[in-house]
């Protein structure tokens, strides 16, 4: 799996996502339409537009610390993550992660489980000790991947941008290396 970063400045000021990656793009958020229906961040979550995930995208990226990860395997965009490097609440120092989905058609292939880690080393090598996620309360299979990778509940709380209940999760990465 080959992992690389969506530049920040690919969607600012108006500038467009390259065509063909727009519409892996969308393909891959809209094969999963059970998580679409959850999380009720799209009008229809079976008919996502490229244009809409491109604003998903630029609403992301408009927190300074927001990454977006494009994970591939054999060529193809297998998963997408969003990390927040701190989350906005500014009593909360650790960074968040987002976003992680994998492509309805390349589940259970280990690719998840792959950009977990990833994103995991990448904290971890910037010397963040902890990494927080929250999974929709309503969403029993998202919460057992990623307990099964070692994450523990530490709170219930709404989200921040739909107020929508959620359990916070967060995995400890570690003592920072000298």
Not at 47 to 72: H, K
Not at 103 to 108: A, I, N, P
Request: proline share 8%.
């Amino acid at each position: 799996m080959i992992v690389e970063a969506l530049a920040p400045k690919a969607l600012e000021d108006g500038a467009a996502l390259p065509g063909p990656l727009l519409t892996e793009l969308a393909a891959l958020y809209a094969s999963d339409e059970e998580f679409q229906q959850l999380s009720g961040d799209f009008p229809d979550p079976s008919d996502i537009r490229p244009e809409q995930v491109a604003a998903a995208l630029a609403d992301e990226l408009a927190e300074p610390t927001a990454e977006v990860l494009l994970a591939r395997s054999e060529g193809r965009l297998v998963a997408v993550a969003v990390t927040l490097g701190r989350h906005p609440d500014p009593a909360d120092p650790e960074p968040w992660l987002g976003l992680l989905m994998v492509h309805g058609e390349e589940r259970r292939a280990g690719h998840g489980r792959r950009l977990a880690a990833y994103v995991e080393d990448r904290f971890r090598t910037r010397g963040r000790t902890g990494l927080r996620l929250a999974v929709l309360e309503d969403n029993p299979k998202a919460l057992a991947f990623w307990t099964s990778l070692g994450y523990e509940e530490t709170d219930r709380r709404p989200d921040l941008a739909h107020g929508r209940p959620c359990v916070v999760l967060r995995k400890d990465l570690g003592t920072p290396t000298a």
